[in-house]
């Protein structure tokens, strides 16, 4: 009897001590669930509000380019002000700024710089807002004795299963009830994640890093030098990170312009983008469980050029020449098997090459520097669009995309990578 009555306690005190983790994974996924929703919702009110591609184009811009400033600043605010109170303040204030876009709209006064100044206070706080969130996981691993890498991929599969059930779903929100009170939804997603995080994470979990704060600005611009000097002498990152910024470019031109414009001309509904872009998701979350089954068995290099190859450039062109839905969905899924990969296998390179004690400068580098294009790429599709049409804008960046990997297998700087780095010192 006392016997049962202790494992029952431990029992208890387990699941008590898990709680905060939970409440952790589901205002993730609140969040990116949000996140999603907007990423589908914001552009469609655009299009819808002002027929415009330039306009679409310009307001993706000033959605991104914030998000790559604050990639680079972003961790000292978050030392400054601490992870619990940046994640929170994050989703408060994107759950203001989105909801103020209806509100306006509603009224009739929504003028397109003001909706410009919203969409760029918001991507302003998406960075730190994640990377806050980010800090909270190995304190509450901690507390609730599980293993790390389980943590992690479970922290993983909420971002891409988030990916492949909110697109579709925005998608046919939109075409239900439309963008405009898609984003009141959005702004609820938010405030629940706020809520969450505020009510079940405990403030133990959130000390706040001294010594950081202690260096300040000019302590983070030192490891930021430190980080960027340490990639002229890495050529397999320096190549690779020089192929992602370009793919990004033109994949950021892509998601959040040409594709809402492709859809709309050709199928008149939001649902198939989203439907697409769920399924080549979900696909890729698949790729990435057989990538960790076998990927050790893989060569690197032809694995990646490949993957890179048919999950990237193939999508474009396969938009510009088979204008079907079906076709399409059944296409995206195939490439984003292939995407799977990519991610895992660049995290496993730069975990062999970059040592310890320069891995958090360095990837701050890599994460800043690899989505620098996209804003650019943003802003130029629109124009592109305008100037020579869908189709052509399609096959013009699908070809660049299809060359830029493709050099990837003839790269001599590359074949390093197929070298397994046991310790970089």
């Not at 990004?248 to 439907?275: E, M, Q």
């Not at 769920?278 to 993957?307: D, E, K, N, Q, S």
Request: aromatic share 10%.
């Amino acid at each position: 009897m006392q016997v049962s009555e202790h494992v029952q306690e431990g029992q208890e005190t387990s699941s008590v001590r898990r709680l905060p983790l939970y409440a952790y994974y589901v205002a993730n996924t609140i969040s990116y669930v949000g996140n999603r929703c907007t990423f589908v919702a914001i552009p469609w009110f655009v299009l819808e509000t002002t027929g415009s591609v330039t306009q679409t184009a310009i307001t993706a811009f000033f959605t991104t380019l914030p998000m790559v400033l604050s990639a680079f600043f972003g961790s000292v605010f978050v030392d400054r002000v601490g992870s619990k109170r940046t994640s929170i303040l994050s989703d408060l204030l994107s759950a203001l700024t989105v909801m103020c876009i209806p509100l306006l709209h509603l009224f009739g006064i929504l003028a397109f710089w003001q909706l410009l100044a919203l969409v760029f206070i918001s991507g302003l706080l998406k960075a730190p807002g994640e990377t806050g969130r980010e800090m909270l996981l190995p304190t509450l691993v901690k507390q609730a004795g599980i293993r790390m890498e389980r943590a992690t991929a479970a922290a993983d599969g909420v971002s891409r299963l988030s990916s492949f059930l909110a697109l579709p779903l925005a998608a046919a929100l939109v075409a239900l009830i439309g963008a405009s009170n898609l984003l009141w939804i959005d702004a609820v997603s938010f405030l629940l994640s706020a809520l969450l995080i505020g009510a079940c994470v405990p403030s133990v979990a959130l000390a706040r890093r001294e010594s950081s704060e202690k260096r300040g600005i000019k302590g983070y611009f030192a490891d930021l030098g430190s980080g960027i000097a340490f990639l002229k002498y890495e050529p397999v990152i320096l190549t690779t990170l020089a192929t992602v910024l370009i793919t990004n470019l033109l994949d950021g031109g892509l998601s959040t312009v040409i594709a809402p414009a492709y859809t709309k001309y050709y199928f008149h509904s939001p649902v198939p983008l989203g439907t697409i872009f769920g399924v080549m998701g979900g696909a890729a979350f698949v790729g990435t469980i057989i990538f960790g089954a076998i990927g050790h068995r893989l060569p690197r290099r032809l694995t990646f050029g490949l993957c890179f190859c048919i999950g990237g450039g193939l999508r474009f062109l396969a938009m510009a020449f088979v204008p079907n839905m079906w076709f399409l969905t059944i296409a995206h899924a195939f490439m984003g098997l292939a995407l799977g990969p990519l991610n895992p296998l660049l995290s496993t390179i730069l975990y062999e090459r970059v040592p310890e004690n320069m891995r958090a400068r360095v990837f701050g580098v890599l994460a800043a520097g690899s989505s620098i294009g996209i804003p650019v790429g943003e802003l130029l599709s629109g124009y592109l669009v305008n100037g020579v049409g869908i189709q052509n804008s399609l096959i013009i960046t699908g070809s660049i995309y299809m060359l830029v990997t493709l050099s990837l297998l003839v790269n001599p700087k590359l074949r390093a990578m197929d070298r397994s780095v046991e310790a970089a010192v």
